[in-house]
């Protein structure tokens, strides 16, 4: 292993977060209720921290739609999403 691939989870958490219209996050209230294991949900994307937080998209602010909840949803999608083949069925 070199010495830079150690200080990977170190470095990583000097990073600042996104902004939540800079994802293009939205949350799918029409989707609240709905299996997340299926489909580009956060619930499936190797970012999302459960139950309601996002490694790389801050909580606070406003979405795309204006709206601001102070949480990264299951049922919400954003354009960074990336499948975590773990939760996806």
Known sequence: M??????IP???????KLAKVTARYMEME????SDHHTG??????IYFM???HCAIVTDEGPD???QSSDEIA???ICALWE????EMR
Do not use: I, R, W
């Open 40 to 45: 580009y949900f956060c619930y499936n994307c």
């Open 50 to 52: 459960k139950p309601n």
């Open 2 to 7: 070199s010495k830079d691939s150690q200080n």
């Open 30 to 33: 029409e989707f609240k209720d």
């Open 64 to 66: 795309v739609y204006g």
């Open 83 to 86: 499948p975590n083949k773990e």
């Open 10 to 16: 170190q470095d990583a958490t000097k990073l600042k």
């Open 74 to 76: 299951p049922h919400g």
